[in-house]
């Protein structure tokens, strides 16, 4: 690999083992000072020994260019691939059966890579689709996308999408999408024409988690009823502190209280999907909850809710605890063709 693909791959590696994301963006940073360079400048640079020179450029990510520019797959990267590989047990046959991920997140609002980086990377994992689920307007400290910002990423993935049909490779093709904020009233933050237009809408609870559990419970079924409604995301909200390893260090943010019998009847009676959140710091719905979504006859959509690259082989946990809770494949949507997701999808 070259020093750029050296760089890139570091960091990967670091978001894929929930590293610091600072040295994960570090290491983005530094493959973008390279990539800006004049032609033949790296080299002079590495010969001089002047590599340290330019701006955003350490000794850490100095010692991985210099590896890669002499051939060497880099220290710092032969580590990271062993250390940071997430684990896949019980839950091995599901993950061979999952075709896509319905719940990630770009530069547009809080993620941290771009459309075609993130599906770059799906493509590679062997995704067959990958919905971009950038937040909705409300939830501003995610930079929620407006009506406008929105609409202009649908022209963005169509543009991508024409690309990707026309480059030999492995079909894959990008969804559109949006996770959508719950409002106080059961109601989605979005505008009814444009969620509309989505392939795939995540409604999820980002305020007010504390609320009464009558009023939380009344909330969520109006959300999971509204017609565009297709994912009902982290249904508890909360936020575990999870050790590099998976061991939990403490609950930091508590999950939300409501009816969990009627919360699912509904879902399973709106044929909308229950998120299994792949993320160790929420592992959402808890085992007790996903038990009583299992009874209640509910689908399932295994997400990563990635917001790097690398957090898209967050996947495995999912599926492991979808092994756990003996769900069959049948019942995940992100087991289904891209014909079958979107016909569900549609049925509105």
Same mark, same amino acid.
């Given at each position: 690999?070259?020093?750029?693909?050296?760089?890139?791959?570091?960091?990967?590696?670091?978001? !894929?083992?929930?590293?610091?994301?600072?040295?994960?963006?570090?290491?983005?940073?530094?493959?973008?000072? %390279?990539?800006?360079?004049?032609?033949?400048?790296?080299?002079?640079?590495?010969?001089?020994?002047? &590599?340290?020179?330019?701006?955003?450029?350490?000794?850490?990510?100095?010692?991985?260019?210099?590896?890669?520019?002499?051939? =060497? $797959?880099?220290?710092?990267? @032969?580590?990271?691939?062993?250390?940071?590989? &997430?684990?896949?047990?019980?839950?091995?046959?599901?993950?061979?059966?999952? /075709?896509?991920?319905?719940?990630?997140?770009? %530069?547009?609002?809080?993620?941290?890579?771009?459309?075609?980086?993130?599906?770059?990377?799906?493509?590679?994992?062997?995704?067959?689709?990958?919905?971009?689920?950038?937040?909705?307007?409300?939830?501003?400290?995610? !930079?929620?996308?407006?009506?406008? !910002?929105?609409?202009?990423?649908?022209?963005?993935?169509?543009?991508?999408?024409?690309?990707?049909?026309?480059?030999?490779?492995?079909?894959?093709?990008?969804?559109?999408? &949006?996770?959508?904020?719950?409002?106080?009233?059961?109601?989605?933050?979005?505008?009814?024409?444009?969620?509309?237009?989505?392939?795939?809408?995540?409604?999820?609870? #980002?305020? =007010?988690?504390?609320?009464?559990?009558?009023?939380?419970?009344? /909330?969520?079924?109006?959300?999971?009823?509204?017609? #565009?409604?297709?994912?009902?995301?982290?249904?508890?909200? !909360? =936020?575990?502190? $999870?050790?590099?390893?998976?061991?939990?260090?403490? @609950?930091?943010?508590?999950?939300?209280?409501?009816?969990?019998?009627?919360?699912?009847?509904?879902?399973?009676?709106?044929?909308?999907? @229950?998120?299994?959140?792949?993320?160790?710091?929420?592992?959402?719905?808890?085992?007790? %909850?996903?038990?009583?979504?299992?009874?209640?006859?509910?689908?399932?959509?295994?997400?990563?809710?990635?917001?790097?690259?690398?957090?898209?082989?967050?996947?495995?946990?999912?599926?492991? +605890?979808?092994?756990?809770? /003996?769900?069959?494949?049948?019942?995940?949507?992100?087991?289904?063709?891209?014909? +079958?997701?979107?016909?569900?999808?549609?049925? #509105?």
């Amino acid at each position: 690999m070259d020093p750029i693909e050296a760089l890139e791959r570091v960091s990967y590696l670091s978001d !894929r083992g929930r590293l610091d994301s600072r040295k994960s963006e570090a290491f983005l940073k530094a493959a973008k000072v %390279l990539r800006d360079l004049p032609a033949d400048e790296l080299q002079q640079r590495l010969t001089n020994g002047t &590599v340290t020179f330019l701006p955003g450029i350490g000794p850490s990510t100095a010692a991985v260019i210099q590896q890669a520019a002499a051939g =060497k $797959v880099p220290d710092r990267i @032969v580590k990271l691939e062993q250390e940071t590989v &997430v684990p896949l047990g019980a839950g091995a046959a599901i993950r061979e059966a999952l /075709r896509g991920d319905c719940h990630t997140h770009s %530069l547009a609002s809080d993620g941290g890579a771009s459309i075609a980086t993130m599906a770059a990377a799906a493509r590679a994992l062997g995704h067959e689709y990958l919905v971009v689920t950038d937040h909705s307007p409300r939830l501003t400290v995610a !930079r929620g996308l407006t009506r406008d !910002r929105l609409l202009a990423q649908l022209d963005e993935i169509a543009a991508l999408n024409e690309a990707a049909a026309t480059d030999g490779g492995t079909p894959f093709r990008i969804l559109t999408g &949006v996770e959508v904020d719950i409002n106080l009233d059961g109601s989605l933050d979005g505008d009814d024409d444009v969620l509309a237009r989505l392939d795939v809408v995540v409604a999820s609870v #980002h305020s =007010k988690l504390t609320m009464d559990r009558s009023a939380m419970t009344r /909330r969520m079924i109006a959300a999971i009823r509204n017609p #565009h409604t297709d994912i009902l995301g982290h249904c508890t909200g !909360r =936020k575990l502190d $999870v050790s590099t390893d998976g061991t939990l260090v403490k @609950v930091r943010r508590p999950q939300s209280n409501f009816d969990a019998d009627a919360v699912f009847a509904a879902c399973a009676e709106a044929q909308t999907a @229950v998120e299994i959140n792949s993320r160790p710091e929420r592992q959402d719905p808890p085992d007790d %909850l996903l038990d009583i979504a299992v009874d209640a006859g509910c689908l399932f959509s295994i997400d990563t809710d990635s917001h790097a690259p690398g957090q898209l082989e967050f996947l495995n946990y999912g599926a492991d +605890k979808a092994a756990a809770h /003996r769900i069959a494949p049948e019942r995940i949507v992100t087991t289904w063709t891209i014909e +079958k997701l979107l016909e569900w999808t549609h049925r #509105h």
